[in-house]
């Protein structure tokens, strides 16, 4: 299974972006999805996330201002990212608690995407 990040960028404050994120590989079924962010010198720290039901969290920092959606089909998770400020600079991590196809069976596992780089700057 592979996570793959895109849509990050350069941005002025106030700004906006859409963050991607496709999963491709032998997966039976994404349960959560999310996106997390590391900005230099800091701990990863978690952004939002989505259950397969649409189901919502978002860190206290980014409500109002960001939003997590979904396309089960596709296998994709997208953060629609608004208002922009400085702090919100960092690397922009996806990930997926799925179960995967192993062995002639299942087996759940969580996987992460390679990072795409937000930077929010005058």
């Known amino acids: 299974v592979q996570l793959q990040a895109s849509g990050g960028g350069l941005v002025q404050p106030g700004g906006s972006l859409r963050l991607s994120c496709a999963a491709s590989g032998s997966i039976f079924r994404i349960n959560v999805m999310g996106w997390y962010r590391q900005a230099p010198g800091k701990q990863r720290e978690l952004v939002a996330t989505i259950t397969t039901g649409s189901r919502t969290n978002y860190a206290d920092s980014v409500k109002g201002r960001f939003t997590i959606s979904r396309d089960n089909a596709q296998n994709t998770v997208y953060l629609q990212v608004n208002s922009l400020k400085p702090e919100d600079t960092a690397v922009y991590y996806c990930?997926?608690?799925?179960?995967?196809?192993?062995?002639?069976?299942?087996?759940?596992?969580?996987?992460w995407g390679q990072g795409t780089q937000v930077t929010v700057s005058s």
């Open positions: 990930n997926a608690d799925l179960t995967e196809y192993f062995s002639g069976g299942y087996r759940k596992r969580d996987y």
